[in-house]
């Protein structure tokens, strides 16, 4: 923590300017860039009136006008502040633009800004109607589609998060074209854009999206993102619980991201079945839930992703304290100059204070749940192709329990702990590539004393700890109008520690005349890997079809096999407002490393992975202020391990179940969902959603109740 605020001052120092500025024939592209990188100010321009004009001199930076206007002097450029932090250029006489002979190929190119803040908007959408062309804006908002044929059609520019703009031209000429965006403060529309490439996700059936007003104002307790999950169809929680169940399925069946690096242990309280998450709604810009037929790109679950996205760019600085029925929490966020920005947050939950705090010398019964979160996020984007970010989170865990047993009290001592940090390589060389490289760490570890009423002996442990590794490279490659590629590949290595003792009664097999205990003394260790690589392409057959396909191959030491996931999307757009999604896929999912059953005896991963296959299809319509989406699904789990656990939450005194495995093999889950979204005003969304789900499992019975 001491090493990344030190960097942020550090680059902050460096940002200082010298009183003087001296440049001798220097572009004058670099002298906006290096004013705009060191002064709080904004330069928006077309790239053609920059061109070829040079800057030398030196320059006084006491006074930031006089600076620009000494800039400009002895160029063709007039200028114009819009206010202290924004300045428009425009040339003194702009050329007239000829027209090209019939038969010649045009070009669009321009900016697309914010209408309020007058900020570029990086990674917004721009398709050109009646061709199937498109194209995505750089860092800086720019974008430029070419080998375009004389027509009059209309160009639909979208971002997440703003309104919808739709514009018409006469494309006889070569055209420039300036966006401004009006932020919409509820997004309906839910479409997922994909940087570099405008059309690689709508084949792929639509992700339930929500957005950053919806996170922070839908029903929730204790500022949890699992929370607000209950809003999307197919997706079920308990009051209890805040994992999610996608589809029938278990929650260790989703995958978690979090700015594209996978959380394994993404739960406080796990002893209680993850009563809250780790992931405070005050920092999620926007969630994504894929609950069926997901691209290959997605890590190895049957079930479903669940994909956050935090703020690349903070615009203003501003801290913020949270209270509320379960935790408080401190917020700050800080702009450090135009090119850096960070954010850092504390949450503490007080459940304990609230439940009374107890003093375990003492002996008293009851109990004491302590969880906290430390998260931060630092922005760098050294030029317009380029940006780095670096997050950290921290999460800590101290549960405490005793009841009142029959013979003697039941206890609970638990210290948990999680550190996760990673970095982000975002690389936008053009409008028709981008990749996206993480690098990242975690550490799990949990260390627990207990006793329960079937424990024979009160000297028991459940101590464990896990160190990951992941890389992580996403591309995306548009290398033709109507074609695009994305590829990537996974790498983790992981290394995990056990040690479980305990001898407890056999409750099943027992009888009033004989009494059977289970001995477990279990001290392994073991480490290995995993590997995935993925590919798709996505081809735009005519302007209403798309058509996807992909293949995801896997594989980890511990099951010594490859899978093959075959992966196949198609999308049609019945009308402009009413589009068709169908996909199919084959899913594989590997034993979870990091979370064996040691209270069972497992000491090492399954050498099988479960394995799953997806046939979904969606109707979605889309109007200015309604959704309606109508989904169809089944799930044909080939392959499954039964969902055995006799974990604590399970043997607490009042709540202990008795957990019998039934060695589950395999099992099918289908389903109808209709959703309907309608802005009522600019601050009031309806959302109402009907479910209907039905689902059946082949078990082999080992014991009898």
Request: charged share 25%; aromatic share 12%; glycine share 6%.
């Amino acid at each position: 923590m001491i090493l990344f605020l030190l960097s942020m001052l550090n680059i902050k120092a460096q940002d200082k300017l010298s009183p003087v500025l001296t440049y001798r024939e220097t572009p004058l592209r670099s002298v906006l860039e290096d004013i705009e990188a060191n002064f709080e100010i904004k330069f928006s321009y077309i790239s053609e009136i920059v061109n070829d004009q040079v800057v030398s001199g030196r320059f006084s930076t006491s006074n930031l006008k006089d600076l620009v206007q000494l800039i400009f002097e002895k160029t063709n450029i007039i200028h114009q502040f819009i206010d202290n932090k924004n300045v428009i250029l425009n040339a003194k006489n702009q050329p007239k633009i000829q027209k090209k002979d019939k038969g010649s190929s045009y070009s669009l190119k321009g900016k697309v800004t914010n209408c309020n803040t007058k900020e570029p908007i990086a990674f917004a959408s721009i398709v050109i109607g009646d061709t199937g062309k498109g194209s995505v804006t750089d860092l800086e908002g720019r974008f430029e589609i070419g080998n375009l044929t004389a027509s009059r059609t209309k160009v639909f520019v979208h971002m997440v998060g703003f309104k919808k703009v739709e514009e018409t031209l006469d494309l006889e000429t070569d055209q420039i074209l300036d966006i401004e965006l009006e932020e919409a403060f509820v997004e309906l529309e839910g479409i997922e854009i994909t940087p570099g490439l405008f059309n690689i996700q709508t084949a792929e059936l639509r992700p339930h999206q929500l957005s950053s007003e919806e996170i922070t104002f839908s029903p929730n307790f204790a500022r949890d993102i699992y929370r607000t999950l209950s809003l999307v169809p197919g997706v079920a929680n308990t009051e209890f619980s805040s994992k999610a169940r996608i589809r029938g399925g278990h929650p260790d069946e989703t995958a978690i991201y979090i700015d594209n690096f996978e959380i394994y242990e993404p739960f406080h309280l796990e002893e209680f079945d993850g009563v809250f998450s780790v992931i405070n709604t005050d920092f999620v810009e926007e969630t994504k839930v894929l609950t069926g037929g997901f691209s290959p790109r997605y890590t190895d679950k049957i079930s479903g992703i669940i994909s956050i996205r935090t703020p690349d760019n903070i615009s203003k600085t501003e801290t913020k304290i949270s209270l509320d029925i379960i935790n408080a929490s401190i917020i700050r966020k800080q702009k450090i100059s135009q090119r850096s920005s960070a954010f850092f947050g504390a949450r503490r939950g007080y459940v304990d204070f609230l439940l009374g705090q107890i003093d375990k010398d003492d002996d008293p019964l009851g109990i004491e749940p302590i969880f906290y979160d430390l998260w931060g996020k630092y922005n760098y984007q050294p030029n317009k192709e380029n940006l780095f970010t670096f997050s950290l989170l921290f999460t800590q865990d101290k549960f405490f329990m005793r009841e009142q047993a029959i013979l003697r009290d039941d206890f609970f001592d638990s210290n948990r702990k999680g550190f996760y940090n990673w970095l982000n390589w975002k690389w936008l060389p053009n409008n028709k590539f981008y990749a996206l490289t993480t690098v990242g760490y975690q550490f799990l570890n949990k260390e627990s004393d207990f006793k329960f009423e079937s424990s024979v002996s009160d000297d028991n442990i459940d101590n464990r700890n896990t160190k990951i590794f992941i890389v992580n490279q996403n591309s995306i490659w548009d290398f033709h109008a109507d074609h695009s590629l994305e590829f990537g590949l996974e790498f983790k290595k992981f290394s995990s520690a056990y040690r479980y003792l305990e001898e407890r009664t056999n409750r099943a097999e027992s009888t009033l005349d004989t009494i059977l205990t289970d001995s477990y003394d279990l001290d392994s260790k073991f480490d290995g890997y995993t590997i995935a690589a993925y590919l798709q392409e996505s081809y735009n057959l005519t302007p209403s079809l798309t058509v996807m396909g992909g293949l995801r191959l896997s594989g980890q030491d511990y099951t010594n096999s490859i899978t093959f996931g075959p992966r196949t999307a198609v999308s049609y757009n019945l009308l402009d407002e009413l589009k068709l999604n169908l996909a199919y896929g084959i899913y594989y999912q590997p034993d979870n490393f990091q979370k064996t059953k040691s209270f069972i005896g497992q000491v090492e991963p399954f050498k099988k992975s479960s394995k799953g296959i997806h046939y979904t299809g969606s109707l979605n319509y889309i109007a200015e202020k309604t959704n309606l989406l109508l989904n169809i699904y089944y799930k044909d789990n080939k392959r499954l391990f039964d969902d055995y656990r006799l974990d604590f939450f399970n043997r607490i005194a009042g709540v202990a179940i008795i957990d019998v495995p039934f060695n589950t093999v395999k099992g099918i889950s289908r389903g109808f969902e209709f959703t309907t979204r309608h802005q009522l005003q600019n601050r009031h969304l309806l959302s109402v959603t009907i479910d209907i789900v039905k689902t059946k499992s082949k078990t082999t019975w080992l014991r009898n109740l």
